[in-house]
């Protein structure tokens, strides 16, 4: 059952008093990609900080989790939240229908994996792997096809690799300060800048590097029936979300006031190394937050169907393109 946007009215006063007016004011619950917030969400954050989402008479609220109850995709077209951060597999694997899921806006203007190492282990390109001992999450079997791809396009060979699986654990620099690892497979905003050593100490080599597999991280998703009945609701969210994404990469003391809450466990040196390196992905050539290119869609929705990760024939998933399930035409741009 779809879960309908929950409105609450907001009564307001006559300049010479009594109430004379009524206004709309959507509870928006937005889920995040991940099991724990991180500085890629700083513009939501700063948005929501700064008023901007208020103006607009949204009160928003953010919630992460684990997968018990399906992934953020699942949740969203069940209506279990309004607004989702979600893979390209998995935007495609809910499709049709009302509760069809309908891209909005892009995270990040590029992926977010890599190889990450220390300064001084010899690594400093894919095939430098060879020989060494790389940690690897066990269900990553698409940034195991983007490894095999990379060390092949740098003249190496991946079966000359000790790749260790890593099992559900997601290792961080301190795998690499422990020696459990020469090198780990991970994020390369975030997981890089968890060890206790000085912050200079990171190397890291991004997929996009080699431009293997590029793509987008993470689709902005909504549902068709909501968008349908709260399509200018959808344009001023994104709008204040630019906003908010426009202000974290500009104002770095409101980014990391608006952050520190949130992660209140993580330091501000961290917080301010991860914002250097992440803010830059947030933005398309011309400065602008959440633009989609529809052929860089497509040409990735090929590579991940040959690699025979997607859950839908490759006709279905364009076909759901043409009917609009990646669009811009809600973005302020």
Not at 96 to 105: P, Q, S
Not at 127 to 140: K, M, Q, V, W
Not at 264 to 283: H, M, R
């Amino acid at each position: 059952m779809v879960r309908p946007t929950i409105r609450a009215t907001i009564l307001g006063r006559h300049p010479h008093g009594g109430l004379t007016y009524s206004k709309e004011k959507h509870m928006l619950n937005i889920r995040f990609e991940y099991i724990h917030s991180w500085t890629n969400h700083a513009g939501f954050y700063l948005a929501r900080a700064n008023g901007d989402y208020a103006r607009h008479h949204m009160d928003v609220e953010f919630h992460n989790g684990d997968s018990f109850r399906g992934s953020p995709a699942a949740l969203l077209s069940r209506g279990e939240c309004d607004v989702a951060l979600v893979r390209h597999k998995d935007l495609f694997s809910h499709q049709g229908g009302e509760t069809g899921l309908v891209a909005v806006a892009a995270l990040n203007q590029c992926q977010v994996g890599g190889v990450v190492t220390k300064s001084g282990s010899g690594i400093t390109r894919f095939r430098d792997l060879e020989g060494r001992t790389l940690g690897f999450p066990a269900a990553a079997y698409r940034l195991f096809a983007e490894l095999k791809e990379a060390m092949g396009a740098d003249g190496g060979d991946i079966e000359k690799v000790n790749v260790v699986s890593t099992g559900g654990w997601e290792p961080d620099f301190r795998s690499i300060e422990n020696g459990m690892f020469d090198a780990f497979v991970n994020v390369v905003w975030w997981e890089p800048f968890q060890g206790s050593g000085p912050l200079d100490q990171v190397v890291t080599i991004p997929f996009d590097s080699l431009n293997i597999a590029p793509h987008y991280s993470y689709y902005v998703c909504v549902r068709r029936e909501f968008l349908d009945r709260n399509t200018q609701l959808v344009r001023d969210f994104l709008a204040d979300t630019a906003a908010g994404y426009r202000m974290a990469a500009d104002d770095r003391a409101a980014a990391m006031a608006a952050l520190q809450d949130p992660l209140a466990n993580v330091s501000p040196a961290v917080l301010n190394k991860t914002l250097d390196v992440v803010s830059p992905t947030w933005f398309d050539a011309a400065g602008h937050w959440g633009p989609l290119d529809v052929d860089f869609v497509r040409r990735y929705n090929h590579w991940m169907t040959e690699q025979g990760f997607m859950t839908v024939p490759e006709e279905e998933s364009l076909v759901a393109i043409e009917a609009g399930a990646v669009t811009n035409a809600y973005l302020p741009w």
